[in-house]
Nanobody, 120 residues
């Protein structure tokens, strides 16, 4: 059964950096597009970034473009999100998710999430 486990969250000051990781197992990781999605306090889910199966194509929400970088290491079955120049509005629970259907662009599996808090 598919398993996704996020890590790397924590408390950071504005302008600081964090690197999130998502360890994938029990499926062929290198065959799937992957996403990062977040949920801020009192708000709905917000798409953050996508990456294709090989890692050569990436996509970002306007709110994080130029500050965040998505990447993957297929040999280690791990997805990453490097977050720089963090802002208080980046505070959220961050999830990694597998895109199970290219046609519908739906997320079929999610991790448990890792908390990112940006505060002075």
């Amino acid at each position: 059964q598919v398993q996704l486990v996020e890590s790397g969250g924590g408390l950071v000051q504005p302008g600081g950096s964090l690197r999130l990781s998502c360890a994938a197992s029990r499926f062929t990781f290198s065959s799937y597009y992957m996403s990062w999605v977040r949920q801020a306090p009192g708000k709905g889910l917000e798409w953050v970034s996508d990456i294709n199966s090989g890692g050569g194509s990436t996509y970002y929400a306007d709110s994080v473009k130029g500050r965040f970088t998505i990447s993957r290491d297929n040999a280690k079955n791990t997805l990453y999100l490097q977050m720089n120049s963090l802002k208080p509005e980046d505070t959220a629970l961050y999830y990694c998710a597998r895109i199970g259907s290219y046609y519908y662009h739906e997320y079929d599996y999610w991790g448990q999430g890792t908390q990112v808090t940006v505060s002075s």
